[in-house]
């Protein structure tokens, strides 16, 4: 509801852009076929960076910091520290985590579609997750429904192979 509110034509993301002199690019974002889905987008993802963050925070925590101290040491800076020692060692954590977003994500959608746009205007922010429940509980059309779940599912397991795929080791 606050990304709502936010969004709406005199929310705050219009009253930022006027107050900085960027009249010109206000919009009524949600109700835009070219910019609901990408608020649709932003919304998930700005919905999963806590329990992302925790998450990682919880993981960094747990490697050695004798790691850290050695490469340090030999004289590896800040950011070199962090993507050649501790990177490597947290990630096969980092593809689980990219997959539990992922899935979350693509059978999660629904529930911003139905409360923010409805999958419109017209069907520009329709998902595959909102278009499952749209055809099974509004419309009645449980074999559409299924095909369409059948689909997403397809969809899903497509990405957590590529995903599985991405972050295996290669040693």
């Given at each position: 509801m606050v990304f709502y509110a936010a969004l709406?034509?005199?929310?705050?993301?219009?009253?930022?852009?006027?107050?900085?002199?960027?009249?010109?690019?206000?919009?009524?974002?949600?109700?835009s076929p070219s910019t609901a889905l990408a608020c649709l987008i932003a919304l998930d993802?700005?919905?999963?960076?806590?329990?992302?963050?925790?998450l990682f925070a919880a993981r960094l925590d747990?490697?050695?910091?004798?790691?850290?101290?050695?490469?340090?040491?030999?004289?590896?800076?800040?950011?070199?520290?962090?993507?050649?020692i501790h990177f490597p060692v947290?990630?096969?954590?980092?593809?689980?985590?990219?997959?539990?977003q992922f899935l979350w994500t693509l059978f999660g959608s629904a529930?911003?579609?139905?409360?923010?746009?409805?999958?419109?205007?017209?069907?520009?922010?329709?998902?595959?997750s909102f278009l499952v429940y749209q055809?099974?509980?509004i419309a009645a059309d449980?074999?559409?429904?299924?095909?369409?779940?059948?689909?997403?599912f397809l969809a899903g397991l497509v990405g957590l192979l590529a995903i599985r795929r991405t972050f295996r080791q290669n040693y």
């Amino acid at each position: 509801m606050v990304f709502y509110a936010a969004l709406s034509p005199d929310g705050l993301a219009n009253g930022a852009l006027q107050s900085v002199g960027l009249g010109s690019l206000t919009d009524a974002w949600l109700a835009s076929p070219s910019t609901a889905l990408a608020c649709l987008i932003a919304l998930d993802v700005w919905s999963g960076i806590g329990f992302t963050a925790v998450l990682f925070a919880a993981r960094l925590d747990s490697v050695p910091d004798d790691l850290g101290e050695a490469a340090q040491l030999d004289g590896a800076g800040h950011w070199r520290t962090m993507w050649r020692i501790h990177f490597p060692v947290i990630r096969d954590y980092v593809g689980v985590v990219t997959m539990l977003q992922f899935l979350w994500t693509l059978f999660g959608s629904a529930q911003h579609v139905l409360l923010l746009t409805q999958g419109g205007p017209g069907s520009s922010s329709t998902t595959l997750s909102f278009l499952v429940y749209q055809k099974a509980f509004i419309a009645a059309d449980l074999g559409y429904s299924q095909t369409v779940g059948v689909i997403l599912f397809l969809a899903g397991l497509v990405g957590l192979l590529a995903i599985r795929r991405t972050f295996r080791q290669n040693y």
